[in-house]
């Protein structure tokens, strides 16, 4: 995720410097437009377009070296590191399918798994504390060396070695210490389960969420890539040729070049928050 804060970061920088050739070509033709008879406000307007993106381009830099900081820290890395992005996500095949995510995520997920295995240990304590109602049985074996005619162990021991058997029962008197064992075993297991069946539900539900963002954000940029933004670029095509002519007003020069370019920025956040969406679903799978 702090990945695609840099690609996000150095994206926007990319759009500002597409764009700032596109307001010099504004600039370009408010000049001409002065020079035969128009306004002068017209060409102020268009600088100040290109100190905006400026201004927004100085910003980004230092929201990049921030995210540049933040990934280096991440990864231990020393201050010079400089981490670069791709140009572009390939984000073209990331439909997420809800029902493969949530059995990847029943085998794979971390906290699932831990769950599992506490109530496999539970069980066994439980089982143990069962066996508790039933006597214990000890046999014993001893063997005592007195002479190995070499080394003595004992300077006036000399008799034969020593065999012995222990044998020995415990019998399970205390039953009710015995069966409290018994329920907290069970308790513990039983408490267990039910976390494990919470942990599997909020991993569904998040998994559902996470999924449905996907979507939409993969259908928000199928909109803007298909529709919005090639009719905007046409519109302001148009709208440019319409001022050249005298046809139009600047206003809505203007106004359709920064549609342009806030659709632009929507497309790299929503491109951003997709990956980042991904990257989520992924970490609770367990890939």
């Known amino acids: 995720m702090a990945y695609y804060e840099l690609w996000l970061a150095s994206e926007l920088i990319r759009i500002v410097d597409e764009n700032t050739e596109r307001v010099e070509d504004l600039i370009a033709v408010s000049e001409a437009r002065y020079r035969t008879g128009g306004s002068q406000q017209d060409v102020l307007r268009a600088e100040?377009?290109?100190?905006?993106?400026?201004?927004?381009?100085?910003?980004?830099?230092?929201?990049?070296?921030?995210?540049?900081?933040?990934?280096?820290?991440?990864?231990?890395?020393?201050?010079?590191?400089?981490?670069?992005?791709?140009?572009?996500?390939?984000?073209?095949?990331?439909?997420?399918?809800?029902?493969?995510?949530?059995?990847?995520?029943?085998?794979?997920?971390?906290?699932?798994?831990?769950?599992?295995?506490?109530?496999?240990?539970?069980?066994?304590?439980?089982?143990?504390?069962?066996?508790?109602?039933?006597?214990?049985?000890?046999?014993?074996?001893?063997?005592?060396?007195?002479?190995?005619?070499?080394?003595?162990?004992?300077?006036?021991?000399?008799?034969?070695?020593?065999?012995?058997f222990t044998v020995g029962v415990t019998l399970p008197i205390w039953r009710d210490k015995i069966n409290a064992g018994i329920r907290e075993a069970a308790h513990q297991r039983s408490s267990t389960a039910l976390r494990l069946d919470a942990e599997r539900d909020r991993v569904r539900g998040t998994l559902r969420r996470q999924v449905a963002a996907a979507d939409a954000a993969i259908e928000q940029l199928e909109l803007f890539r298909d529709r919005l933004i090639p009719r905007t670029e046409q519109t302001l095509q148009i709208a440019t040729a319409d001022y050249q002519g005298k046809k139009a007003d600047f206003t809505d020069l203007i106004a359709t070049y920064r549609e342009l370019l806030s659709l632009q920025v929507q497309v790299a956040r929503a491109q951003a928050n997709l990956a980042s969406t991904l990257a989520q679903i992924e970490r609770i799978a367990g890939e």
């Open 48 to 164: 100040i377009e290109g100190d905006r993106l400026e201004d927004q381009r100085i910003a980004l830099r230092r929201q990049q070296e921030q995210a540049r900081a933040d990934l280096g820290a991440l990864v231990r890395q020393p201050l010079h590191y400089m981490p670069t992005t791709v140009d572009q996500l390939n984000l073209d095949e990331a439909k997420p399918e809800l029902d493969l995510l949530v059995a990847q995520a029943e085998q794979r997920n971390p906290m699932l798994q831990g769950l599992a295995a506490e109530i496999a240990r539970d069980r066994a304590k439980e089982s143990l504390a069962c066996l508790q109602q039933y006597p214990d049985f000890q046999l014993g074996l001893g063997y005592s060396i007195i002479n190995d005619n070499h080394d003595v162990l004992s300077r006036v021991a000399n008799g034969h070695d020593n065999i012995n």
